[in-house]
């Protein structure tokens, strides 16, 4: 009888803290919607500042696709080509589920570290939906790359987003379609995605609703200690840059000055 009264004693405290983890979700998720929408409604104003410019990417997606289909053969061709893998793959994980081994019809790239874990090729739907996503991802790549005759500025932007679409499609990127993430999330009643959402939540704050990633643990650093911390002013600024320029901190420097340039990518 105790162990019975024990074994329900815990199944209720894991119920409660999956309760308790579930309902933190839904509470952090409503503050991540409502940062976004208000970061959303101070940029409608049109005071904000954008480093991607839509009204060029629009146009050169509609030079590219005018490219593209003024060779209706060769779009045919590519069409074609990617319903038949697409039905080879289907057709084969109809027998896969019926416990035959196929081959695959494609595999990662080297190095592709988001279908490392086992489940992508071990369970049947997972593996489907990894090389449903590889082979749509290698067609549109393939025919970004094979379109002639387009301006090549236009054709950098196109190849540019046409791979960060794809890069944030992933099924990898989402709790339902990653095996790993959904075992990692039964196994922490939900714990994992709180702390994700925590670290989004704090991330949008920083950002004043846009999402500004941390890179690195902030508390670590101190003014003065190991962080050095120089007055400077703007001396110009354009739509691209600001120029700070520091001051000294020594009776003596030296005449020419030095230009540092930070990583833009960050």
């Known amino acids: 009888m105790s162990s019975e009264r024990g074994s ?10 999956a309760a308790e983890n579930w309902a933190k979700i839904a509470e952090r998720s409503g503050q991540i919607a409502k940062a976004f929408w208000e970061r959303q409604a101070s940029e409608s104003s049109g005071h904000e500042f954008h480093l991607m410019d839509a009204t ?63 489940s992508w090729a ?3 739907v997972f593996d489907y ?12 790549r393939e025919l970004v790359a094979g379109t002639k005759d387009v301006d090549p500025k236009d054709k950098e932007k196109v ?20 095996p790993q ?10 714990e994992n995605l709180v702390k994700g959402l925590t670290n989004l939540l ?20 101190e003014v003065g200690r190991n962080v050095a911390a120089t007055p400077g002013k703007v001396i110009y600024q354009n739509e691209l840059m600001q120029l700070i320029q520091y001051a000294p901190t020594t009776e003596k420097v030296y005449k020419r000055p030095l230009l540092f340039v930070p990583p833009w990518i960050n």
Do not use: C, H
Not at 183 to 190: H, I, L, P, Q, Y
């Open 56 to 118: 060029s990417i629009a146009q050169a997606f509609g030079a590219f696709s005018a490219k593209l289909m003024s060779d209706p053969v060769r779009l045919a061709e590519a069409q074609g080509e990617f319903m038949r893998q697409s039905m080879e793959l289907w057709g084969n994980a109809i027998k896969r589920l019926q416990g035959e081994e196929v081959p695959s019809v494609i595999e990662p790239e080297r190095g592709d570290r988001r279908f490392k874990d086992p």
């Open 8 to 17: 329900e004693q815990e199944g209720a405290n894991v119920s409660s803290q």
């Open 122 to 124: 071990d369970d049947a």
């Open 129 to 140: 939906m990894k090389q449903s996503y590889l082979l749509t991802s290698q067609w549109l």
């Open 202 to 221: 704090e991330d949008l704050e920083k950002g004043r609703g846009r999402l500004k990633i941390s890179m690195t643990d902030e508390s670590a650093f």
């Open 159 to 178: 190849e540019f987003y046409t791979r960060q679409f794809l890069s944030a499609s992933a099924p990898s990127n989402f709790l339902l379609t990653n």
């Open 181 to 190: 993430a959904l075992k990692k999330a039964r196994e922490s009643e939900g």
